[in-house]
Antibody
Framework: QVQLQESGPGLVKPSETLSLTCAVSGYSISSGYYWGWIRQPPGKGLEWIGSIYHSGSTYYNPSLKSRVTISVDTSKNQFSLKLSSVTAADTAVYYC??????????????WGQGTLVTVSS | SYELTQPPSVSVSPGQTARITCSGDALPKKYAYWYQQKSGQAPVLVIYEDSKRPSGIPERFSGSSSGTMATLTISGAQVEDEADYYCYSTDSSGNHRRVFGGGTKLTVL
C-alpha cells in the first residue's frame, strides 16, 4: 500500500521560505510515476502547485513558478517543496500525492493526509 | 489560463440522483477526473478517465463527458456522500498544467 506523509514547519514568517518534505512508503520513487504538491487555503478549493518525475524533470503552476522549487531524493525515497517569499495568501493545507502519467494526461491516485502551514509573524 | 467551472452547490434528498457538472474548453481533448473530499480529509479519486471507477468506489458513482462538459452522477445518493467534489483535468495547450475545478458542495438531506 502506497503511503505519503508530509512534514515541515507549521508556521512560517512572511517573506521567508516554506519548506516541506513528503516521505513515500510502499513504493520506490525511482520506479517511476510523477510526484506532486497540491494546496488548499482554508475554506477554499484545491490548487496544483507542481510535479516532479523521478528523474528530476519538473512542471510548475505558472502562477507560482517564480517562487516554487520541487526536488526529489531517491536515496531517501522522498520529495520536497520550497516556496519562497511567502505571504498570508500562502496559508493552506499542503498535500503531496503520487501522480499517474497516462500518456495522455496525468492524475493523482494516492494522497498524503495534508499539513497546515500558516504564514504569520 | 485554463479553467474548469463547477456549480458551487448541489442539494438532493437521500435516494435521489445527484448530478454535478464541470465545464472546460479542453474537455473534448482531455479526460475528466473527479475527487471526493469529506471534511478534514484528503481528496479521494472516485472517477478517472471520464467514466472509470477505481476499485472500492460504490457503483452508484458514475461519470460521463460530452463536448466541453463532464458530469459526475451519484445514483441513489446516500447521506455519507455529502462532501465537496472537485473535477480535475489537464490543459491541452501543451504546457502540462494540471487544473482543479472550484469544487461543488453536495448536500444530502
Amino acid at each position: 500500500q502506497v503511503q505519503l506523509q508530509e512534514s515541515g514547519p507549521g508556521l512560517v514568517k512572511p517573506s521567508e521560505t516554506l519548506s516541506l518534505t513528503c516521505a513515500v512508503s510502499g513504493y520506490s520513487i525511482s520506479s517511476g510515476y510523477y510526484w506532486g504538491w497540491i494546496r488548499q487555503p482554508p475554506g477554499k478549493g484545491l490548487e496544483w502547485i507542481g510535479s516532479i518525475y523521478h528523474s528530476g524533470s519538473t512542471y510548475y503552476n505558472p502562477s507560482l513558478k517564480s517562487r516554487v522549487t520541487i526536488s526529489v531524493d531517491t536515496s531517501k525515497n522522498q520529495f520536497s517543496l520550497k516556496l519562497s517569499s511567502v505571504t498570508a495568501a500562502d496559508t493552506a493545507v499542503y498535500y503531496c500525492a503520487r501522480e499517474v502519467p497516462t500518456g495522455f494526461d496525468y492524475y493523482f491516485d494516492y494522497w498524503g493526509q495534508g499539513t497546515l502551514v500558516t504564514v504569520s509573524s | 489560463s485554463y479553467e474548469l467551472t463547477q456549480p458551487p452547490s448541489v442539494s438532493v434528498s437521500p435516494g435521489q440522483t445527484a448530478r454535478i457538472t464541470c465545464s472546460g474548453d479542453a474537455l473534448p481533448k482531455k479526460y475528466a477526473y473527479w475527487y471526493q473530499q469529506k471534511s478534514g480529509q484528503a481528496p479521494v479519486l472516485v472517477i478517472y478517465e471520464d467514466s472509470k471507477r477505481p476499485s472500492g468506489i460504490p457503483e452508484r458513482f458514475s461519470g460521463s463527458s460530452s463536448g466541453t462538459m463532464a458530469t459526475l452522477t451519484i445514483s441513489g445518493a446516500q447521506v455519507e456522500d455529502e462532501a465537496d467534489y472537485y473535477c480535475y483535468s489537464t490543459d491541452s495547450s501543451g504546457n502540462h498544467r494540471r487544473v482543479f475545478g472550484g469544487g461543488t458542495k453536495l448536500t444530502v438531506l
